[in-house]
């Protein structure tokens, strides 16, 4: 079996057909993984006994000839910001670097119940906090493709691990694009589901209007039955939706033809580069599927960046107000009064991204600021979302960019936040909005770098999102 | 300047965050860029537009609320097992009342 290239199908097929095990299989993706890994530092930890024992109850399942699940066998990896019972989560954080969860995320629970099989947790951004990967307390990293460059962020580690073959499917988060822009710097399918559509149960809080769980693979197929596998209604989580979850393997039938598609000129109008250049040649492609292409217009764009950045810190300076240094592990040395401990605890402990929005959240929710901040972006954010919802008036699903360049050296833009979050432009629209939205690898520059296209779609209308992405892939995307 | 470093200091106090000089500094500098970018949002008109407080779909009132029953609670043990001190089935802080 060529490890790095598997996928769900040929991992069933070869349990099916007793070419291997699930538990060999388990064993040779662990160590594949393990003598892989310090080239990008996508995992930063593996959990081999876990694995081993989700591998062994999908073999007894077989041995009895029961079915053994959509993901039966399939070695996948994990986000660190999503808790695994009796295996470490760290947030890429300093001060969870000891934390050992006593519960399990929902999706977790989930995709081991489908057969999955959890190799390990992937590095990410501090909490979830950056468009890098070089926020992670315990070292950034790399891009399979491009060893100089980021693999983008937050979920650059699952992004990694999925691209250089490391694991078959990895879970992400997204609460501005950090699911869609890393899958598009390493070359992967990544999807940001309806906002509710899969249970945030055991996902560390960021944004919590905002927060998604979704997957990551190397083919459209992948990702629509790992997301089928997590999804639906859970009551753990107040916030997840009722709506039945369809078999989305069904839209995967090339069916385009007279698709309406739109094209919003607020982001198209200042790509003049190569990123633009191979979105608008997948466009061509689309045109030639037998997709309808017209122009569409967002007004609202212009101001996304700045909604997203009140919103986002706000609720994360309340999510993050619990690391104090009593629950989660990490205690500053320096501690005297109760005060002091929980502010050299929240000092000594956050990154510089984490305290940079901590700080800009609770400043724009502070007494005097906060109907000028606060309830102007939700205003704003209500803007946004009509927007949308006046687009898909006209057309089954839109097309954009997912970054406006590929991926980045490392070092190049930390000094910048500014710019770092005015980059996230594309993505943090759909995430303001709820909606369903994913990057499908559209081509590569000259240089080799991926670029993905950005698919989104209406409310739980993942089939079309993913039909689209389907026949996209087939064709080869801007080839 | 749209914030003081006098602000700056107030802001890491509410949020219960240690700062060094530093930090500060850089602080102010980031936090007036992303705020003057923030001004932005005094261009759009909002006159009559409802806050979107939450994302919302297709559903009920209390559809979404889980039925109100006994579960079995994590229990002390695990909920300790992560504590920065313990002791005595509880969490332990630095002393905050004199005997």
């Given at each position: 079996?060529d ?8 991992v069933r097929?070869?349990l099916?057909?007793r ?6 299989l ?9 003598a892989r890994?310090?080239?990008t ?10 694995a ?6 999908v ?20 986000k660190?910001v ?13 001060l969870?670097?000891?934390y050992?969860p ?11 119940q489908?057969g999955g099989?959890v190799?390990?947790?992937t ?5 979830a ?19 100089d460059?980021?693999?983008g ?22 609460t501005?694009?950090?699911?869609r ?9 990544g ?14 809080a960021f ?18 039955v790992l ?5 639906g ?8 939706a009722?709506?039945p ?18 094209l919003?000129r607020e982001?198209l ?9 191979l ?39 309340s ?19 109760l ?24 400043y ?9 901040y606060y ?15 006046q ?14 360049f ?7 833009k ?11 432009i594309?993505t943090i ?14 081509g590569?520059?000259?240089e ?10 209406r409310?739980?209308?993942e ?11 087939r ?5 | 300047?749209?914030?003081?470093e ?39 008109d ?6 979107m407080?939450q994302?919302?779909?297709?559903a009920?009132?209390?559809?979404t ?19 920065a ?15």
């Amino acid at each position: 079996m060529d490890i790095p290239s598997l996928t769900i199908d040929q991992v069933r097929e070869g349990l099916l057909a007793r070419r291997f095990s699930a538990v060999e299989l388990a064993r040779e993706a662990l160590s594949f993984a393990e003598a892989r890994n310090p080239s990008t530092n996508a995992y930063l930890h593996f959990s081999p006994e876990r694995a081993m024992a989700a591998a062994a109850h999908v073999d007894q399942k077989l041995a009895r000839g029961e079915d053994p699940g959509p993901l039966a066998g399939v070695p996948i990896a994990v986000k660190d910001v999503i808790l695994t019972k009796g295996v470490r989560t760290t947030c890429g954080s300093k001060l969870l670097a000891h934390y050992t969860p006593p519960y399990d995320a929902t999706a977790v629970t989930r995709l081991e119940q489908a057969g999955g099989v959890v190799l390990g947790k992937t590095n990410c951004d501090e909490f979830a906090m950056g468009s890098s990967n070089e926020n992670s307390a315990f070292g950034p990293v790399r891009n399979p493709l491009a060893p100089d460059r980021v693999p983008g962020g937050s979920s650059g580690g699952s992004a990694a691990a999925v691209a250089q073959g490391t694991a078959v499917l990895a879970l992400g988060s997204d609460t501005g694009g950090s699911i869609r822009q890393p899958a598009s710097f390493c070359g992967v399918v990544g999807v940001t589901p309806t906002y509710g559509r899969v249970s945030r149960y055991g996902l560390t809080a960021f944004a919590s209007s905002l927060d998604h769980i979704g997957p990551l693979a190397r083919t459209v197929r992948d990702a629509a039955v790992l997301l089928a596998a997590i999804a639906g209604r859970d009551p753990l989580d107040a916030t997840s939706a009722e709506a039945p979850v369809p078999d989305y393997t069904h839209s995967l039938n090339g069916a385009v033809k007279g698709m309406k598609l739109g094209l919003p000129r607020e982001y198209l109008r200042e790509l003049k580069s190569e990123t633009g250049d191979l979105i608008a040649k997948g466009i061509e492609t689309l045109r030639r599927l037998g997709c309808e292409v017209r122009d569409i217009s967002l007004p609202a764009t212009d101001y996304a960046v700045a909604c997203y950045y009140i919103i986002a810190t706000a609720e994360a300076s309340s999510n993050l107000a619990r690391y104090d240094g009593v629950r989660y592990t990490f205690r500053s040395a320096s501690s005297g009064t109760l005060t002091d401990m929980y502010r050299h605890t929240r000092g000594e402990g956050f990154g510089a991204e984490c305290k940079r929005r901590i700080m800009l959240g609770t400043y724009v929710l502070s007494a005097g600021y906060y109907d000028a901040y606060y309830l102007k972006a939700q205003k704003v954010r209500a803007l946004i979302a009509r927007d949308f919802a006046q687009a898909f008036s006209e057309v089954d699903a839109i097309v954009a960019p997912v970054s406006p360049f590929p991926a980045f050296k490392l070092g190049e833009k930390i000094d910048d936040p500014l710019a770092m979050y005015l980059s996230d432009i594309y993505t943090i629209t759909g995430d303001l909005a709820g909606i369903p939205c994913m990057s499908v690898p559209c081509g590569k520059t000259a240089e080799g770098l991926p670029v993905g296209m950005q698919i989104l779609a209406r409310h739980f209308d993942e089939p079309s999102m993913f039909r689209l992405a389907y026949a996209f892939e087939r064709a080869g995307g801007a080839s | 300047m749209k914030i003081t470093e006098k602000e700056v200091r107030y802001v890491a106090d509410l949020a219960n965050l240690s700062l060094s000089d530093g930090e500060v500094h850089r602080f102010q500098a980031d936090l007036n860029e992303i705020l003057g970018h923030i001004d932005r949002l005094n261009d759009i008109d909002t006159a009559g537009i409802e806050p979107m407080t939450q994302v919302v779909y297709e559903a009920g009132d209390t559809t979404t609320l889980r039925a109100d029953r006994e579960r079995p609670p994590l229990g002390t043990e695990a909920a300790l097992a992560n504590a920065a001190q313990a002791g005595a089935g509880y969490f332990k802080v630095p002393k905050v009342v004199e005997r």
